[in-house]
Each structure stands twice: as C-alpha cells, then as structure tokens.
C-alpha cells in the first residue's frame, strides 16, 4: 500500500495543538446555532478534559455521548479523548429500553446529552448511582445536571491528560443490531485512524482545503470516522446537517464561509438530493469535486445520474463499525484519467480506481512500526462486545452463538466485486477474511 499515509495515525491531541498553531483561525466545524475554530476547539476540548477529571472521571472510564448534529458532539467527543477516558457514541433517537441498554452495556458513568433529552435521559440515569448528567443547551437547571458550557468554557484550574495511547480503548461505537442485540465496538485512535491514512486521504484526496457537508447522524461509525477523525486529522471543515435537513437547500445556501467540496451520504441520501433538485432547480458550487456514499450498495445507475447532474463523480465505499471503518473504497485518481482518455463529456467528470481491501499477507509499505491490529494475515477488527469479554481473539467467546456481526468472514457486495467498475477486491474468492481482535 504505497500511498498509505502512516504520519497522520497520531494521537489527536497533538494533531489538535498543531492545527491550533498553524491554522487556528480556520473553522473547524459549523452548525445552525455555532462555529468553532481550531484554535477554539483545541482551548474548549482542554478546558473539558479537565473538567471531567475534577468530576472524578477517571482514565479509562466511559462517557456516554448523547448529542445529535452539532458543534457539541465534535468537542465532546474530543474532550473524552482528552481526559484518556473512553467516549461512548449513542444514537439519540434510541428508545428508552435501548439506551438502558447502552448504559449498563457500557458502564458509563457520565452522559453528555441535550436539554431536549433530559425527560428521557434523567429517569434512567436516577436508577444508576453515582452516573452524572451533562446537559447541552440553554435552561439546564441545577437539579437536572451540569451545563456542558460551564465545563467547556470555564478553566477548570487542571490541565486536560492528553495521554492516550494510540493502541489504549478511545471509543465505544455500537452496531446497528439487525442480527440481535447491540454489540459495543471497542476502537482505539490506531484502528481508527487506519481509514484516514489508507481511504480518505489517498484516496479521496482528503485535504485541508475541503469542506465536507455532512447530512448524516454524527453517532454513527461513519461519521466518527469521516466527518470527525478525517476532517480533524488533516485540519479540514465540515457542517453537520441537523437532522432532516435538506442537503440541496444546503448546497447552495452559502452555510460555510468556504463553499462545499464535498457531501458525503448514503445511497438514500442521494436520492432525495435529486429528487430535490427536479423540483426546484439549482445551481452546484463549482467547488463540489466529489461525492462518496457507503452504508449500502450503491447502483451504478445512481452514480451515473449524480455525475450528470452535479459534475462530479459519487464513490462508494464498503465498511463496517467492526472495522472501525473503511474496507473497501472508490479511488479518485483513476477516473480523472479514464474520463481524459474517453474525452470531453461533461465538467470536472473523474472515476475510480480499485483501493485494495484491508487486508495483508505481510506488512504494507509505510505501515506504522509496531502496529498490532492485523494477526495472521487478516482483517484487523475489534469484536463487538469485546468491551465486556475478557477474551482478544478472533471469533465469538466460548458459547457465544457466532453472528454475522461477530463474523464478518463473507462475500463482498456484488458492487465490490465486480472489478469492471474499480471497485476494491479481495483474495481468496472475494472474501473478507476472518477478523483479527485488537490486543487491550
């Protein structure tokens, strides 16, 4: 893997203190309500770390993280990574019996939440001693918990840990549950940052002069690892759309003060943004250079259509939250020169190139020194639930009954396989090979 980019697998804290030097004017993040600049979200993720630590949370403790698309969330999850605590992402439209679950599954004992949540999140957290309740938001009284903003913007008189090591637990993501119960997802900064070095960057051309519109719930492990872990890393922008917003209104409102280079979504997503735009017509930034999409496969008549209307191209990818991101992704470079080569057709037209899976035989070119993610030769994945098991192999646990989710071993969706498209590929048939647990 030639192009993987082993100086952005850091520790974040330090990536944050650099971008607060070198470009701490810049906008890191915009939502409806707020901006928060670099040199901001390095100062407020501090001041919270060490207020967490004053609160008692201690390294390796769990902190829920129960915020919807904003400003907050981004700091939040920070701030945890800050105080070497582990930060816990939940859904905030769980429902009540499935945020008990999250709750006792993870043993948090802080939850970041909304002012909105609270009639939801106080009576489950008031049949947990010793779980503290931060609130975001205007009116958080007394009674119902401590205002996120007294943390973030107060110095708590400690500065934030800032120890974390790259391989030590730093996140809890869970899986969607479509084959039973939610399983914890334990990742560390190393396995997550992986898809940032091998995907978003070489492949994308992730860089810090993109601005990425973000329509999709910012719990999910697609954006922990794009719209939060991408965009940090390389100092880049993005704006998390509040929950359904409308990504066409979006595109051309001017929302950042530098225009769109990028929207990310799901196939769906992509859908509506047509759809959108035949009933109202209107004009694409002609700073758009690329689209990418994952979460479910993507049909090439889809992709088609995108390019046609936006000018620019619509990459897939393939992943999961076992792998704490990327597999398999579109490339870029390639289409760039496929579309030179078929001649003028329309604007900015590029297409893609295979991006070979996560997997390796032996060790890739520039491939950090002691990482310990891949085992054998396979994919490197932490288990889920491996929060709560005491084992670190591969598999499921002594009588545990193996899951697709526990086993990811299995074909590649046909969009991923079939090579005449560009898309990643896999050895031995296609298949993904069995997972490789991360060492805690």
């Given amino acids: 893997m030639p192009d993987f980019q082993a100086e952005l697998v850091r520790a974040l804290p330090g990536t944050l203190r650099e971008h607060s030097v070198r470009r701490g004017g810049k906008t890191a993040y915009r939502d409806a309500c707020r901006a928060v600049t670099y040199r901001v979200l390095e100062e407020r993720t501090g001041r919270l770390a060490g207020h967490l630590a004053r609160l008692g949370v201690r390294r390796g403790d769990r902190v829920a993280v129960h915020l919807g698309n904003r400003v907050e ?85 400690c500065p934030p840990r800032d120890d974390l090591g790259l391989d030590d637990p730093a996140w809890i993501l869970y899986t969607s549950g479509t084959t039973g119960e939610s399983k914890g997802v334990v990742s560390t900064q190393r396995s997550a940052l992986w898809s940032v070095a091998a995907a978003y960057v070489p492949a994308y051309g992730l860089g810090e002069r993109d601005q990425l519109l973000w329509p999709l719930p910012m719990f999910h492990c697609y954006a922990h690892s794009l719209c939060l872990l991408g965009v940090v890393s390389v100092g880049a922008g993005a704006y998390p759309l509040e929950r359904g917003g409308n990504v066409a209104e979006a595109l051309g409102a001017g929302l950042t003060e530098e225009p769109f280079t990028m929207v990310a979504g799901v196939p769906a997503t992509y859908r509506l943004l047509l759809e959108a735009l035949r009933r109202t017509p209107a004009a694409v930034p002609s700073s758009l250079r690329v689209c990418v999409t994952a ?12 390019g046609q209307v936006l000018g620019v191209p619509l990459l897939d990818g393939y ?22 080569r ?29 990482d310990r993610r891949l085992e054998g030769g396979r994919v490197g994945l932490a288990r889920p639930g491996a ?21 990811p071993a299995g074909p590649l969706p046909q969009g991923l396989r079939d090579r005449r498209r560009g898309l990643g590929h896999a050895p031995a048939g296609d298949r993904v090979p069995r997972c490789a647990v991360l060492r805690q």
Avoid: Y
């Fill in 73 to 157: 969330v981004v700091e939040a999850c920070l701030g945890v990574l800050r105080a070497a605590a582990v930060g816990v992402m939940l859904n905030t439209g769980a429902a009540e019996s499935e945020l008990a679950h999250f709750l006792d599954d993870s043993g948090a004992s802080v939850v970041i939440t909304e002012v909105e949540l609270l009639p939801l999140v106080l009576p489950l957290v008031s049949t947990r001693p010793g779980t503290r309740v931060v609130a975001v938001g205007h009116g958080v009284a007394t009674r119902d918990g401590i205002d996120f903003e007294d943390l973030a913007g107060t110095d708590p008189g």
């Fill in 295 to 306: 979460g479910a496969q993507c049909p090439a008549e889809l992709k088609a259509e995108i």
């Fill in 319 to 340: 992943g999961s939250t076992e792998t704490c991101g990327k597999i398999a992704v579109d490339r870029l470079d390639r289409r760039l020169r496929q579309a030179e």
């Fill in 342 to 370: 078929a001649g003028p057709r329309r604007p900015r037209a590029r297409g893609a190139e295979r991006c070979p899976v996560r997997t390796a035989a032996g060790r890739p070119n520039g491939w950090p020194a002691g």
């Fill in 387 to 407: 929060h709560t098991q005491p084992h670190t192999r591969a598999g499921p646990a002594r009588g545990e009954r193996p899951t697709r989710r526990a086993h």
